[in-house]
């Protein structure tokens, strides 16, 4: 199993940015897609990004594209989400897991999130 922290969350006024972090342990990461998922109070988790073993494909959530970017760097066992353009929309608590089927289908396995909140 790939075991995660994510940090990088916080308060930002809309249209501003921030980069989420997921550092891994266990079986690193370079192993397995990972993706990002989010859950807004109330609502059900969603998927946000994913991006492939060795980066070359992503694919992201509709209400995200052309605003986040998946990125990782298999040294670090670390994966990004950089996201711009940040709505109130997009305020939830943001976790990082592995990918078991791509691109959507995750492992039931999460870390404790980071928080994003994003006023008007």
């Known amino acids: 199993q790939v075991h995660v922290v994510e940090s990088g969350g916080g308060l930002v006024q809309a249209g501003g940015s921030l980069r989420l972090s997921c550092a891994a342990s266990g079986r690193t990461t370079s192993t397995y897609a990972m993706g990002w998922f989010r859950q807004a109070p109330g609502k059900e988790r969603e998927f946000v990004a994913a991006?492939?073993?060795?980066?070359?494909?992503?694919e992201y959530a509709d209400s995200v594209k052309d605003r986040f970017t998946i990125s990782r760097d298999n040294t670090r066992n670390t994966v990004y989400l950089q996201m711009n353009a940040l709505k109130p929309e997009d305020t939830a608590v943001y976790y990082c897991?592995?990918?078991?089927?791509?691109?959507?289908?995750?492992?039931?396995?999460w870390g404790q999130g980071t928080q994003v909140a994003v006023s008007s």
């Open positions: 897991t592995a990918i078991r089927r791509w691109p959507r289908e995750s492992y039931d396995n």
């Open positions: 991006i492939s073993v060795l980066g070359g494909n992503t």
